[in-house]
């Protein structure tokens, strides 16, 4: 059994209340069976959520009846996409500029509620009257977790150079400049300008180090016939 983990369903995208949508009861109560045989007695919740959006009464009525039948316990949660309830017309906004739509536009993806927000015990309690057992468990399962995190550090797994180099930053210019002359031979003078301007602007960042951890990496999954992301990775995340 693995140690240390509490997963829960999730919200409608998880695999047992996209059973409960689709009809399929028994099948989303296997499902949740099987993760508390994986995760234990206490170690799996069935998460019970309201947005005020359609599906969910349909949902939360599924996940009880699988508590009643099972005795899987319950937990009640939220999403959180802002902090506030008046944040939402916000983060509506944030999402046109980010997909480059405006408000106006009937086609664009959009949140369907506003509830949405980090809300308060007694707001989670109300929405759940029935089940203040689920309330209490929340803070149960907080209660558990032991989060020590130091601030100030970089928390990145070790990269070891080759054999034969010692300076994480030659290593680093040598990735750049052998993928440079890989995929741009022949490349005009201003081409190389903006390469010096990038591997400089990593050094001054001290990045190297962790753009060589998102290489290796990169050629493991290539490799390995796995599927990779053509998303550019931003240097500060990328590993």
């Known amino acids: 059994m693995p140690r240390g983990s509490s997963p829960w369903p999730a919200c409608q995208s998880g695999e047992v209340p996209r059973k409960l949508l689709a009809g399929d009861y028994e099948g989303a109560k296997a499902a949740a069976?099987?993760?508390?045989?994986?995760?234990?007695?206490?170690?799996?919740?069935?998460?019970?959520?309201?947005?005020k959006l359609p599906n969910d009464p349909a949902i939360n009525q599924g996940l009880i009846r699988?508590?009643?039948?099972?005795?899987?316990?319950?937990?009640?949660?939220?999403?959180?996409?802002?902090?506030?309830?008046?944040?939402?017309e916000m983060q509506d906004t944030l999402m046109c500029i980010q997909m480059g739509k405006t408000v106006d536009d009937p086609n664009r993806l959009r949140m369907e509620t506003s509830e949405l927000y980090v809300k308060s015990t007694e707001e989670m309690a109300a929405l759940f009257p029935d089940y203040p057992e689920a309330v209490e468990n929340t803070v149960k399962i907080a209660e558990l977790c032991n989060m020590d995190f130091q601030f100030g550090v970089h928390h990145l797994p070790e990269f070891k150079l080759p054999e034969g180099y010692t300076d994480g930053d030659a290593y680093f210019q040598k990735l750049c400049e052998?993928?440079?002359?890989?995929?741009?031979?022949?490349?005009?003078?201003?081409?190389?300008?903006?390469?010096?301007?990038?591997?400089?602007?990593?050094?001054?960042?001290?990045?190297?180090?962790?753009?060589g951890l998102s290489a290796r990496w990169g050629l493991w999954i290539t490799s390995s016939s796995s599927p990779i992301s053509s998303a550019m990775p931003r240097g500060g995340a990328s590993p």
């Open 66 to 88: 699988i508590h009643q039948e099972t005795g899987i316990p319950l937990v009640v949660t939220n999403d959180a996409h802002y902090l506030r309830r008046e944040d939402a």
């Open 33 to 51: 069976l099987e993760m508390r045989a994986l995760f234990g007695e206490d170690g799996y919740y069935l998460e019970l959520q309201d947005h």
């Open 178 to 211: 052998e993928g440079f002359a890989r995929r741009y031979p022949g490349a005009p003078a201003e081409y190389r300008e903006r390469l010096g301007h990038e591997v400089g602007g990593n050094r001054t960042s001290c990045w190297p180090t962790r753009w």
